[in-house]
């Protein structure tokens, strides 16, 4: 089964509005969790990741919160821009970060 | 920010045959990953290598399968032979430690016939 599920595929934002992708988690032993964007080239890039041991963490537009509980993570971008517009992808490792279990993506799109 | 490159960006080849598929990763990074997708599905882990050996593989990663990095060279995935089901994108990563950020190449993009 899915491991790591984005169950929105798709989402539409007016520009400088909030965007909020979420993703829940199965494996309780993930201790790090992270986001990623796919550029035009397709390769996925880091946008921010968290351990385990905070709950919240905040970069410029980016806030990533993880609901640890529920199992559940999710990213807030503030101000949405067109540029924001991608394919985001949650991801998931234990341990270390040899091995990381990515989400099926949401594609993003920020209207002007 | 660093960059890992991937050659070829694109493969097609028939059923049976070998194809290997080229990595190069960012320069001083000593662990290096490959992961699959199959059109419409999520990116899948294969594989792991470090210190010039398999640290771990999932159980995509066939007998058909195998990967080496011959003294600093390109890190490689190769496939003898190719199935149907091998057709998918091949993505390459390489990170300096097993717990820092990964960095993900374009991606190879394979079509067996």
């Known amino acids: 089964g899915q491991q790591v599920k984005q169950s929105s595929p798709s989402l539409t934002v007016q520009e400088g509005g909030i965007s909020i992708l979420n993703c829940d988690y199965e494996?309780?032993?993930?201790?790090?969790f992270a986001w990623y964007k796919k550029y035009p080239d397709n390769s996925p890039t880091l946008l921010i990741s968290v351990r385990s041991n905070v709950d919240k963490r905040e970069d410029g537009r980016l806030t990533v919160f993880l609901n640890k509980s529920g199992k559940h993570f999710s990213l807030h971008i503030t101000a949405s821009q067109p540029e924001d517009t991608a394919v985001y992808l949650c991801?998931?490792?234990?341990?270390?970060?040899?091995?990381?279990?990515f989400g099926a993506g949401t594609k993003l799109t920020i209207k002007p | 920010g660093p960059k890992v490159l991937q050659i070829p960006s694109h493969q097609i080849i028939d059923m049976g045959q070998m194809v290997t598929l080229n990595c190069d990763p960012v320069?001083?990074?000593?662990?290096f990953y490959w992961y699959k997708q199959i059109l419409g599905q999520q990116m899948e882990f294969l594989v792991n290598f470090y210190n010039g050996k398999v640290m771990e593989k999932s159980k995509l990663f066939k007998d058909q399968f195998s990967v080496e990095r011959p003294d600093g060279s390109y890190f490689t995935l190769k496939i003898q032979p190719t199935a149907l089901e091998d057709s998918a994108v091949y993505f390459c990563a390489s990170s300096f430690t097993g717990i820092d950020t990964q960095y993900f190449g374009p991606g190879t993009r394979l079509l067996v016939l």
């Open positions: 991801a998931a490792g234990a341990g270390g970060n040899e091995k990381i279990t």
């Open positions: 320069s001083n990074h000593l662990y």
């Open positions: 494996n309780d032993m993930f201790d790090y």
